[in-house]
């Protein structure tokens, strides 16, 4: 398949292909979304395909207006209303009891269907001009998510219809995904819209076990995407929790010529080892912004050994946390 790369003035190209039951990526604030026809299951199974997706890892339908919500949930809750109000558009992604009009391809089998309605004008636009859009995100399975459309080339060149070209993501992160499907709130993954936020908002929110800590044997995934090994470079990552003069301590001990450090601004004067820096430890959004292309620059440059220099875990910087601690594998290392 000739993969095209469309930009904002080929918008029709892209909701015609969409609407034949192609598959086009998307610029979103978040990350770039892999979008098919919600509506239409074989469209929907192609995703899965392309990224090599286990099929039992539900979509999220994305929405370019409030009214698009009723045709796919059973129920609208008052506290869903009030986050809808406040956060959308934008980078929350809502749980809800879905409609029988959700193909079982969108949902895997579950009786909820995670929606979502986008900020970014491109999004925006081709789901005004075709339909409710499922989208994960357009990386292959596992690797990190795509940030820009060169990432996307990257991961699915000849795997799709076309790419949307929009630029770089704002945000940086997958959105954040709070089900309103259980009595109490749960927040399943951090993002942009953080936990301080949602508590404000509404109130009681539970926080799932499995955004901290990796899943206990035989423990069930209360979002399905949790349990699978993510956001992964080929590199093996260790995170490493301490100071900034213990992680330089450590890191520095363990320099040879396939290892590198990803780190604060503030951790430089003290490496000496190579390094690929996430900004300072202070500005959280700039850390959430830049970690997926920085994840995929590790295995650009050749690193075979990543030691990752943990981040504060409030604000924007739980869902930083969340991400770096999968592709990490979960190998964390507390220095005193
Ligand atoms: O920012 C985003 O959310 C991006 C952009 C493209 O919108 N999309 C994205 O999709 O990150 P994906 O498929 O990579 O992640 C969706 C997450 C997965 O962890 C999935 O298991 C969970 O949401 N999810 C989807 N539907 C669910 C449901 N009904 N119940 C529980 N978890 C669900
Ligand atoms: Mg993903």
């Known amino acids: 398949m000739n993969t095209r790369l469309l930009h904002e003035q080929d918008i029709a190209e892209a909701a015609d292909i969409i609407l034949k039951g192609g598959l086009v990526a998307m610029p979103t604030e978040t990350v770039y979304g892999l979008a098919a026809d ?3 299951g074989q469209a929907v199974a192609k995703i899965f395909a392309a990224k090599g997706r286990p099929m039992d890892n539900p979509l999220i339908v994305h ?19 009030i986050l809808a109000e406040k956060f959308w558009p934008g980078p929350l992604t809502m749980i809800l009891p879905k409609s029988p009009r959700i ?26 001009r075709s339909v409710p859009l499922a989208a994960p995100s357009a990386n292959l399975s596992g690797s990190p998510s795509p940030t820009t459309a060169q990432h996307v080339f990257h991961d699915m060149n000849g795997r799709i219809d ?6 770089e993501c704002t945000v940086g992160l997958e959105s954040t995904v709070i089900t309103l499907a259980t009595p109490v709130p749960k927040l399943l993954r951090p993002g942009g819209v953080t936990l301080e936020q949602l508590r404000e908002a509404i109130g009681e929110v539970e926080l799932d076990p499995a955004v901290l800590h990796p899943l206990e044997e035989g423990q069930k995934a ?4 949790m349990k699978y090994k993510h956001y992964a470079p080929k590199a093996d990552v260790t995170l490493v929790k301490g100071s900034r003069e213990s992680f330089a301590g450590f890191v520095n001990e363990r320099a040879d010529d396939h290892a590198a450090a990803l780190c604060f601004e503030e951790d ?5 080892i190579p390094y690929i820096s996430m900004g300072s430890s202070q500005a959280q959004e700039e850390q959430a ?48």
């Open 222 to 225: 209360a979002s399905p995407g």
């Open 289 to 336: 912004n830049r970690l997926f292309a920085l994840l995929r620059e590790v295995d650009e440059k050749g690193y075979r050994i990543v030691y990752a220099h943990c981040p504060s875990r409030t604000g924007i910087g739980l869902a930083v946390y969340n991400r770096m601690i999968r592709a990490a594998g979960f190998e964390v290392i507390e220095l005193a």
């Open 63 to 81: 929405i370019a207006d409030l009214s698009q919500v009723t045709e796919l949930v059973r129920e609208f809750p008052e506290k869903a209303g």
């Open 38 to 40: 919600a509506l239409n």
């Open 103 to 128: 193909p079982d391809e969108v949902s895997a089998g579950l009786d909820t269907v995670a929606v979502r309605f986008p900020s970014h004008p491109l999004a925006r636009k081709l789901i005004a």
């Open 268 to 272: 430089i004067p003290l490496l000496h």
């Open 162 to 167: 076309a790419i949307l070209d929009g630029g």
